[in-house]
C-alpha cells in the first residue's frame, strides 16, 4: 500500500508540474498500470479536440518533424521515431498517439532524424528557411541549436502562434518561465516530448555500500532539506579501495564518487545558480556570485582527490560502468542513464542533487544540455493554423498516452527500486529549471566551467574575468535579437 502511494504521488507530482491549472478539458481515465481506457459514454472523449484549436482535417498532409540531438550513441529517445515495430512500451503509447492524431486530423507524422555530435539541427532548418520550402513542420532540436535559431531569428515565436496555448497543463511551465523573453518564447517542450524530461539530472547511489558501512539511507536527510554537497561528500572520502591491489588507483578499484566533466555545470545548478537568466525585462549576467563560485570551486576540490573520485571520461571505463559494476558510491546523471542499470543485480537508490547548503531553500533540479531537444517551429513552416492545431493536439494527448507509459510503466514500473526513489523524483520534477546562459552558451562559460573541471583548477575570478567582456556582449545581442517582436 505504501509503494502504491509512494507511485501515484510521483505520477500525480508530474501532473502537477506545470503549474497554472488552465486547462478545462476532462483528463484521460487511466489504468494502474498506465493503459488508457475507452472514454465513458456521456462523459468528454480524452482524445477528442481542444475546444478552441481548428475542427479542420489535412487530406493526408504528411506533417514532418526534425528530430536532432548531440548525443548521437542511441541511448536518446527519439519521440517521434519509425514505430512500426515497437519494442517498448513507451514506443508502444507513441505509436497509438500518433495512429489517434492521424485518424482525428487526417495527417501522417514523419519523423526525420538527424542525430550527429555536430550543429545537424542549426544548418537544416537554416537551410530550409532560406529555401522557403516547407521541408519541416516542427522540430524536436538539440538544445544549443534551437538557441542558436532562435537568437538568429530562424525560429516562430510560440507564445501567439495559431491555436498553441502554452498555459496548458501539457506545456511545460518551467521552462516557459525560464526562456521568455518580453513575452516572446521560441521553444519549449512538455508531454509532447520526453526528450527533455530524460535529461533531467539526479544522483543515483550504491545501497550496498551503505549498508557496508552501517549507514542509513539518505532519503530522511534530503526530505529534511540537509542533503547537501557537504553532506554527500563526507559520505564520498570515506569510500576508497584499491581492488586490484597494486597499489595505484585506477578504474579496476572503488570510488566515492564517479563524474564526467558535464557534472560541475550541473552542481552549479542544483545550487540555484546560472550562468544567466531573464530578469528584470532583460537577461543578465549572473555567474559572478559568491554562491556561484563556491558551487563550482567546492566540486573542483572534491574531485581533487582522486583516490576518492575519479573522472569517467579520462579512464577506460565508463562513469556509468563503474556504478553499473559496482565500483562506486554516487554517480550523478541523467534519467536516460536508467536502463544501464535495469537488468543488473545492483542495488541502488535515487536522490536529487544536493543543495549547496542549508540555507538553500529547495532542491533544483538542471538539466544536460548534450541529450535534450527542445519543440520550435522554422519560419519556413507556411501554415500556422495547421501547425499550431497539430502540435497542440499531439500535446494534449501525449499527456493521456505517453507520460503514463514513461512515468508509471517505464521509470517506476522497471527503474524505481523503492518507494522511497519514486519520492525522490517526485521533488526532481517539482523543482526542474533551465539556465538560458547556458542554453545560449554565453561567454562560453559552459566550455570553460567544464575546463576547471578536467584541469582540476579552483581559478574561478581568473576564469570569470577571462570572458566577461563576452559574455557581455552576447547577452547586449540576445537582448536586441530575443525581445523583440517576430
Not at 514505430?83 to 495527417?107: G, P, S
Not at 549507514?215 to 532539506?225: H, Q
Not at 579552483?458 to 570569470?464: I, V
Request: glycine share 6%.
Amino acid at each position: 500500500m505504501k509503494k502504491t502511494t509512494a507511485l501515484l504521488c510521483l505520477f500525480l507530482a508530474f501532473l502537477m508540474l506545470i503549474l497554472p491549472a488552465c486547462s478545462e478539458k476532462t483528463p484521460a481515465e487511466t489504468t494502474a498500470a498506465g493503459d488508457q481506457t475507452e472514454p465513458v459514454p456521456g462523459e468528454a472523449d480524452p482524445f477528442a479536440r481542444q475546444d478552441y484549436i481548428s475542427k479542420d482535417t489535412y487530406d493526408g498532409y504528411e506533417f514532418n518533424i526534425l528530430m536532432t540531438n548531440l548525443n548521437a550513441s542511441g541511448d536518446v529517445l527519439q519521440d517521434f521515431g519509425a514505430l512500426d515495430t515497437a519494442t517498448t512500451v513507451i514506443e508502444d503509447a507513441q505509436f497509438r498517439r500518433n495512429e489517434r492524431a492521424a485518424e482525428e486530423l487526417d495527417i501522417k507524422l514523419v519523423g526525420k532524424a538527424d542525430y550527429s555530435s555536430t550543429n545537424t539541427g542549426y544548418q537544416k532548418i537554416l537551410t530550409a528557411n532560406k529555401a522557403g520550402d516547407n521541408e519541416y513542420d516542427m522540430g524536436v532540436i538539440a538544445t544549443y541549436d534551437a538557441g542558436k535559431l532562435a537568437k538568429a531569428g530562424e525560429l516562430r515565436d510560440l507564445s501567439n502562434y495559431g491555436y498553441l496555448d502554452l498555459s496548458q497543463v501539457w506545456w511545460d511551465q518551467n521552462i516557459n518561465r525560464d526562456v521568455s523573453f518580453g513575452g516572446h518564447i521560441y521553444f519549449t517542450t512538455g508531454d509532447i516530448s520526453l526528450t527533455t524530461t530524460m535529461a533531467m539530472y539526479n544522483l543515483v547511489f550504491n545501497k550496498d555500500m551503505f549498508r557496508e558501512k552501517n549507514w542509513e539511507m539518505p532519503y530522511d536527510t534530503v526530505r529534511e532539506g540537509k542533503w547537501t554537497f557537504d553532506a554527500m561528500k563526507e559520505y564520498v572520502l570515506q569510500i576508497s579501495e584499491d581492488l586490484d591491489g597494486n597499489n595505484v588507483m585506477n578504474d579496476q578499484d572503488r570510488y566515492g564518487f564517479v563524474y564526467i566533466k558535464s557534472t560541475v555545470i550541473s552542481f552549479l545548478g542544483t545550487a540555484g545558480e546560472q550562468i544567466a537568466k531573464v530578469d528584470g525585462g532583460e537577461i543578465k549576467l549572473t555567474l559572478s556570485t559568491e554562491r556561484a563560485e563556491k558551487a563550482i570551486v567546492s566540486f573542483v576540490e572534491m574531485t581533487m582527490d582522486r583516490n576518492h573520485c575519479l573522472n569517467g571520461q579520462t579512464s577506460s571505463s565508463s562513469a556509468v560502468g563503474m556504478f553499473s559494476d559496482g565500483k562506486c558510491l554516487f554517480r550523478a546523471g541523467e534519467h536516460i542513464m536508467f536502463h544501464y542499470f535495469r537488468d543488473t543485480e545492483l542495488d541502488y537508490g535515487i536522490i536529487p542533487l544536493p543543495k549547496l547548503d542549508e540555507q538553500q531553500e529547495n532542491y533544483y533540479t538542471p538539466f544536460g544540455g548534450w541529450d535534450a531537444s527542445f519543440i520550435c517551429v522554422p519560419n519556413c513552416c507556411e501554415n500556422a493554423e495547421r501547425t499550431s492545431t497539430v502540435m497542440e493536439y499531439l500535446a494534449k494527448i501525449s499527456r493521456e498516452l505517453v507520460t503514463p507509459a514513461y512515468y508509471e510503466k517505464t521509470l517506476v514500473g522497471r527503474t524505481v527500486r523503492d518507494e522511497e526513489s519514486a519520492d525522490m523524483i517526485t521533488i526532481e520534477i517539482e523543482n526542474r529549471f533551465y539556465d538560458v546562459g547556458y542554453i545560449y552558451d554565453v561567454g562560453t562559460y559552459k566550455s570553460a566551467i567544464e575546463q576547471l573541471s578536467t584541469g582540476f583548477s579552483t581559478r574561478f575570478s581568473s576564469m570569470f574575468s577571462s570572458y566577461s567582456r563576452k559574455a557581455e556582449r552576447d547577452i547586449e545581442t540576445l537582448n536586441e535579437q530575443l525581445f523583440a517582436a517576430k
